[in-house]
């Protein structure tokens, strides 16, 4: 679309014809937001994991986020079309939106039980998110096999596509973002102090189980939304805070904050773009686009790494 067209657009809708008006507001802004307010998210989610892990390939699904969802979304479909095929129309989006959150929600609630019998050890963290991705992804393929056609909704969803972008999702990711984004500002000295190690954060006034608990939380909530709303955004939440950190030559998390939030948003306007553009009509997804930009940057930020990152 022509710039000054959209322009007069955004300054003036009732100028222009119906149908660009449609178009501008009802489509483009929505996912345009939508792509900024997911690169946010993903990056904060990516970033408290990593911080409380201690472990830098942690990425926001580590807690078994992603397969959580995915099997909340196969078995309600499941359950639908075996007891009443014809929900399927009534029910609209909410069959993916409901049961992807209570899905991811799930699967924090198990990680948090495994963790805190082990008082939030970073490596039983980490074991048990693997542990129960597994169990989840299992359950997933199984009730997939049943699904037949029916499947190819399941793929398209958990490969992610910012075209479900709307108002009403935004606003979702909007309060997701204005609650998470302070909260995770105001604990960078905890975090600071948890990447030195628990001795040192314990030395320091910081209780690293609290800490992890909470920020824990914090990234599974993130993503358990955006996964809901959107589907699986992959690589966004591992790849922004290296980057950040990277550009900035410090761990700092007052600084990495929200350079990783900006960039974050950045990745996904041009992963976006890029989606949009490959293939005209249609559109690649999403999450298979991230990875194509990501890999090369993970893999320049991995020999960069000794060399550059600041302590």
């Not at 222009?16 to 009802?26: A, G, K, L, P, T």
């Amino acid at each position: 679309m022509d710039p000054g067209l959209t322009f007069r657009v955004l300054i003036n809708p009732e100028s222009v014809d119906e149908s660009i008006r449609v178009i501008v507001w009802d489509y483009r802004i929505p996912r345009t937001l939508a792509a900024v307010l997911v690169g946010i998210l993903m990056a904060i989610a990516g970033l408290l994991m990593q911080a409380s892990t201690l472990n830098p390939l942690a990425d926001p699904y580590l807690t078994g986020a992603a397969s959580g969802a995915i099997f909340g979304v196969s078995l309600t479909l499941f359950m639908i079309i075996f007891l009443d095929p014809s929900l399927l129309a009534y029910l609209g989006h909410y069959l993916i939106i409901i049961p992807a959150f209570l899905g991811s929600i799930s699967t924090l609630f198990l990680v948090l039980v495994i963790a805190g019998a082990y008082k939030f050890d970073p490596i039983t963290l980490v074991l048990g998110g693997v542990a129960i991705s597994m169990l989840f992804g299992a359950l997933s393929l199984i009730i997939q096999t049943m699904l037949g056609e029916r499947i190819l909704d399941v793929i398209i969803w958990s490969l992610g596509t910012l075209s479900f972008a709307s108002w009403p999702r935004d606003s979702t990711l909007l309060v997701a973002t204005l609650m998470s984004f302070p909260i995770t500002l105001l604990l960078y000295k905890h975090l600071n102090a948890l990447m030195l190690g628990d001795e040192v954060a314990q030395s320091l006034g910081v209780n690293p189980r609290r800490i992890r608990f909470i920020a824990l939380v914090i990234s599974s909530l993130t993503t358990a939304t955006v996964v809901s709303m959107l589907g699986i955004i992959g690589f966004l939440g591992l790849i922004a805070p290296h980057l950040a950190r990277f550009s900035l030559r410090s761990n700092d998390h007052l600084l990495v904050i929200p350079i990783a939030c900006m960039l974050g948003a950045l990745l996904a306007l041009f992963g976006d773009i890029m989606a949009r553009s490959i293939i005209t009509p249609g559109e690649l997804p999403f999450t298979p686009i991230m990875s194509l930009i990501g890999v090369p940057l993970l893999v320049y930020l991995m020999r960069s790494r000794g060399r550059s990152y600041g302590g």
